[in-house]
Structure formats: structure tokens, C-alpha cells
């Protein structure tokens, strides 16, 4: 019986040939998404999971994918869709273990990003790197690789691990620390994985290529040196203890020991930021407080403050800034002249004297008596005035004359020795200049001898250049921004008009044949207000002091010297400088020995001339 029903197209497309069966068969390899391996069984190629990811663009997850195989595969075919298309033998066995999809991870755990806690994920981590040297014990099978069948879920959660933890180099390690979460990794950029065998999960720590990659980027270039330095002593975590202030940029700060040349060490005690705001602390001030332990097993902190320089708290918050007190000419004389004294010190109080709040650069080519000079400086000073606070501060000085220094002189030796770190010296020298700031703030008189402001001028060109905040380079390879903090310590120096001041005497290197040398002094000649100047050819002959008295001398010594002195000392002067530099030190040196004091010496010349 015929109906206008109309047909679908299916059974027009039976009806269209002889047989319908025989028109099928032909027609289904033509509708496959995708092509496969005529040995694979099609029912476990209809949906290739690589092309599908590749299409969508992104990275899914194993309990995603299931979704893309119904809506982009047939519908009877999605139920039996397989999750690796690398083998046929391979397949099998993960379907016949039902267990091991079980510890499928995430989506995010395969491809960058790691919802897991670190601790859980680094306990998973390195369970799954003692899995790769137990897996060969787990299958009855022997055989090396990736596509053997004993084992292949452990190897594949592993080999999603590798992709994640080796895709670029750094990579795994933000992951694992929780900066890198989010990220997805591009396509291409994994490292390939190791051929044959069980290999470790990361090679950088089991002899691989890369093994060095991580120890060589966070460790320093004195690392070394740290690792063999001796244990550290125990911290103090309870009673009174005293230090000076370092203050950090962020407003903390730590207590540095002064018989530890205010190193920075672990067991410092820690200051707050809100003690800091509180009592209105600066860097450089002597605290004495009491201490505790602080929490969560880390180092002492300060709980209480007793004295500030040895003022009680509410005395030192009235005291005035360095900044606010108002700078004179130095009027008042240092006297390095001793009884019995070497005669270098009766030369430098006749030709080139010393005010309290003096700028005084020492100018030394190399050999000259540098270090004997700045000795006899110390050891006049600490004689003839015991009131004034010495320091002497020694960067990048050889060991062996931080020893002799400490040796001679009595008083406080601060030194960061050439076997120290950069960044040492670039602390140290910040710390003590503030230091002496504090201290000419509560009206005491200051001395700091500084050796050598040249080498502090070269550690801190080396320190810019390493922190990344270089500028530009001058002549002589010295950065445009490498003097600004040298130039500021040495203009701390000055005579306060209420009381205090604090006195710099620094050194410069010169004719080292070192272009930087020659920069560096250029560009602090004229900052002092009193420059000596040694000469080569003095000291090659053995004459010392080996004074140019021509290029030294002290500017506004008439505010320095009493009236009747430096009549002396004009007259003297006029004497000399008519005269070879090597005669005329070499009859300075004469005459004064014929006179125990300078006052008699002048006197002498005044009667003559």
C-alpha cells in the first residue's frame, strides 16, 4: 500500500543501490574525525584526545575530556573513548586496571597550575620520584621504557609531572612555590623525556646535565667561604643586651654587635617597626634593652628599651637632627703634638692643622707612609684629647694591617677586610658614619679615620653595577652614581654652632695607573676643607713625613691657629716654598729637631725673620 509519507534520507540512501549493506561499509571510513593506525581497533580510535586538545586550544582534564567526546564523537562511541592514543598494548592494561585512574590529577595539576598545598604536593612529589627506581620491581615484565606494559599508569602520572616541573627552565620551581600558579605552559616547550630506563623525576639533582642549573643561580659568589666559615655563636634569647641600630627600608631593624664589627649575623636581635615609629629611633644609636625570644622559633627580638646612648628614653626623643643643627668653620685645633711624639705630627700642626669638624683628605700614592701616618694621627689624638670619640673605619684593607691597627690604637677599630663581601663594605661604612651623626647630635666631638675613601668608592661601583640600578659609566669605568653616597659620608663632617661636631679624615690612592683611581680622587679634590698631599719622591728617598708642602695646607687655618701661630707659621711657609720640596723638608726636618716644642720654634723664627 503507498504513502505520501516522506522518506528520510536514510532510506534514500539504502534504496539508492542494490544492496544496503554494501553501501554502508564503504561510507563509514569516510565520517572517522580522525585518522588512525589500520592495526588499532577502531572502537579505540574514534576520538583522539592530542587532536582534540590541540583544537580547543587549551589544556582539560582527564574527567573533562569525556564532555568533548560527546559532543564532538559519535554518540554511541563515547562511552569507550580511551585516554592515551600512544599503542594499542598500552590501552589495554590501563582498562584492565580499573585502580588506576583513581590518582588522576587535575587539569591544573597537568598543565601549570597546582591547587594542591605545597606540603601535600612535595610529600606527592617525592613519593612519585620513589616510584620511578621501584618501578621495574611492580610488573612481571622486565622491559625498559616508557611503552612497556608493566606499570604504564604510574609512568604516564609521572610523565605529567615532568611536563609540568620541566617545562622552562625555572619553571617548576615557582610552581612548587606558588608564584607560577595560573600559568599555562605553551605548547612545545617541554622537555623531552628520558629515553629508555626509569630516570629521576627531575635530573638537575641526580647527576644530569642541569644539575648545577639551581645551585649555581641562588648562591653567591662567596658562597663558598660561608658554607667553611665557622659555626655561629649561640643566640642570647633572654636578659640585656646592647647594640647599635641598623635600620632596614622597610622600618625594622637589628641590633649589630660592635665586637663582631657590626656584622650582620642570624642571632641579631630584631627591632619592630612599631618600636621603631614609638620611640622615634635612628640608625647608628646605641641601644641597651631587654630581650627575648621571638616567635615561631625565630631569632631574639627587643622588648624593652632602657637607655639610648646612655639616656634615658624621653632625654634622647628631645635631642635635634643632624640635619637641623646649624654647621660653622671649625675654630677649635686638634693638637697631634706629644712630648717626645714622632716629628710628622709637629709638621702637620705647623703646616697643615686639624680643627675639630675638619674635612681632611690625606692624598698617598702607593708606599708613601699612608698607614704609618694615619696610626700616628690615632695615637696623638687619644692622647691629647681623650674626650673626643675615635673610630677608625678600614674597608677593603688587607688583614694583616686591620690587626696591626687594632694593636696600636686604642679605640674603636672597625674593619671590613678585603676577604669580605661587597655588600659588607657597603653596610659597614653606611652604619658608622651614622653612627658618628648620632653621636655629634648629643653634642660629643667625633673623629672618624677612614681608609680608603677610594676603596669605598670602588665598592660601591661594583655594588650599583651588581644591584642593577647603574646609570652610566664615566671614565675609568665608574659609574655616574657610584660617588653619590661616598661623596655624602665624607661631607658629614662639620663643626656644629650649639656644640658637637664630627671630624672625617680620609684617604685617597693616587698613581696606582688605575684610571678609576684618578676619577675617583678628581672628584673629591676640593670637597675637604685640608689636603696633604705625599709625595713619591720624598718617600723614595726616605724622608719622612713625606710632606709636599707646596700642594698641602688647610683652608681658613686663621679661625684655627691663635694669632701669634700663624704669624709663625706665614713667615715659615714663605721660607719653604721658595725652596726645593726636597731641600726644604729636609731643613724643616733639621730645625725642628734643634727645638723640643713648636712654641719654640716659632718663637725662634719670629725673633729672625
Not at 677610594?454 to 647603574?470: L, V
Amino acid at each position: 500500500m503507498a504513502t505520501n509519507r516522506p522518506r528520510s534520507p536514510r532510506s534514500s540512501s539504502s534504496s539508492s543501490g542494490s544492496s544496503g549493506s554494501t553501501r554502508r561499509t564503504p561510507a563509514r571510513p569516510k565520517k572517522k574525525p580522525v585518522a588512525r593506525d589500520p592495526d588499532l581497533d577502531e572502537s579505540l580510535t574514534a576520538f583522539d584526545f592530542e587532536e582534540a586538545r590541540e583544537q580547543h586550544g587549551k589544556d582539560e582534564a582527564a574527567d573533562d575530556f569525556g564532555a568533548d567526546i560527546i559532543e564532538e564523537a559519535p554518540r554511541p562511541k563515547a562511552t569507550r573513548a580511551r585516554k592515551t592514543t600512544r599503542s594499542k598494548t598500552a590501552a589495554e592494561p590501563a582498562e584492565a586496571a580499573p585502580a588506576a585512574p583513581a590518582k588522576s590529577r587535575s587539569a591544573g595539576e597537568d598543565f601549570g597550575f597546582d591547587p594542591e598545598p605545597a606540603a601535600a604536593r612535595d610529600a606527592d612529589d617525592d613519593a612519585d620520584e620513589a616510584d620511578d627506581f621501584d618501578a621495574p620491581e611492580q610488573g612481571s615484565s622486565s622491559e625498559s621504557g616508557d611503552d612497556g606494559p608493566s606499570g604504564e599508569g604510574p609512568r604516564r602520572r609521572r610523565r605529567r609531572r615532568r611536563k609540568k616541573n620541566r617545562g622552562q627552565p625555572g619553571e617548576g620551581e615557582q610552581n612548587q612555590q606558588g608564584q607560577g600558579q595560573g600559568m599555562i605552559r605553551p605548547q612545545g616547550h617541554q622537555r623531552p623525556r628520558p629515553q629508555g630506563g626509569y630516570a629521576p623525576r627531575d635530573d638537575r639533582y641526580r647527576g644530569g646535565p642541569n644539575r648545577n642549573q639551581d645551585y649555581k643561580k641562588n648562591r653567591g659568589p662567596t658562597a663558598k667561604f660561608q658554607r667553611n666559615a665557622p659555626p655561629p655563636e649561640p643566640a642570647v634569647t633572654s636578659g640585656v643586651i646592647e647594640g647599635v641600630l641598623e635600620l632596614h627600608p622597610k622600618g625594622y631593624g637589628f641590633l649589630r654587635d660592635q665586637s663582631n664589627d657590626y656584622a650582620a649575623r642570624e642571632t641579631d636581635p630584631f627591632v619592630s617597626s612599631s618600636f621603631v615609629e614609638r620611640h622615634h629611633l635612628r640608625e647608628g644609636i646605641m641601644i641597651r634593652g631587654e630581650v627575648g625570644p621571638g616567635s615561631r622559633g625565630q631569632g631574639p627580638r627587643l622588648l624593652t628599651i632602657e637607655s639610648i646612648d646612655g639616656r634615658p628614653v624621653e632625654e634622647f626623643e628631645q635631642l635635634k637632627h643632624f640635619d637641623t643643627l646649624t654647621p660653622v668653620n671649625p675654630h677649635e685645633q686638634l693638637v697631634l703634638e706629644t712630648t717626645g711624639g714622632p716629628v710628622t705630627m709637629r709638621v702637620m700642626d705647623l703646616l697643615t692643622p686639624i680643627g675639630k669638624g675638619q674635612r681632611a683628605l690625606l692624598v698617598a700614592p702607593p708606599r708613601t707612609g699612608k698607614t704609618m701616618l694615619l696610626q700616628e694621627i690615632a695615637d696623638a689624638i687619644t692622647k691629647n684629647h681623650p674626650e673626643v670619640h675615635l673610630i677608625v673605619l678600614l674597608i677593603d684593607e688587607r688583614p694583616e694591617e686591620v690587626t696591626d691597627m687594632r694593636r696600636r690604637i686604642k679605640g674603636e677599630i672597625i674593619a671590613s677586610s678585603m676577604d669580605r663581601e661587597i655588600e659588607s663594605h657597603v653596610r659597614i661604612s653606611q652604619l658608622i658614619f651614622e653612627r658618628g651623626k648620632r653621636l655629634a647630635e648629643e653634642g660629643k666631638d667625633v673623629v672618624i679615620l677612614m681608609d680608603s675613601v677610594t676603596r669605598t668608592a670602588r665598592a660601591f661601583n661594583k655594588w650599583i653595577s651588581q644591584s642593577g640600578r647603574a646609570r652610566g659609566v664615566m671614565s675609568g669605568g665608574l659609574d655616574v652614581k657610584a660617588l653619590d653616597i661616598p661623596k655624602k659620608m665624607f661631607g658629614t663632617a662639620r663643626r656644629f654652632e650649639d656644640g658637637g661636631s664630627l671630624t672625617v679624615i680620609a684617604t685617597a690612592l693616587i698613581e696606582t695607573n688605575s684610571k678609576m683611581d684618578e676619577v675617583i680622587f678628581q672628584e673629591f679634590k676640593g670637597t675637604g676643607n685640608m689636603e696633604l698631599v705625599l709625595s713619591r719622591d720624598l718617600a723614595d728617598r726616605r724622608i719622612w713625613p713625606a710632606i709636599d708642602i707646596s700642594k698641602s695646607g688647610t683652608r681658613r687655618e686663621e679661625k684655627i691657629l691663635a694669632p701669634e701661630v700663624l704669624d709663625g707659621v706665614i713667615m715659615l711657609r714663605r721660607s719653604l716654598v721658595s725652596m726645593n720640596p726636597t731641600e726644604a723638608m729636609e731643613q724643616l726636618i733639621r730645625t725642628l729637631a734643634k727645638f723640643p716644642t713648636n712654641k719654640e720654634f716659632l718663637q725662634r723664627i719670629r725673633n729672625v725673620l
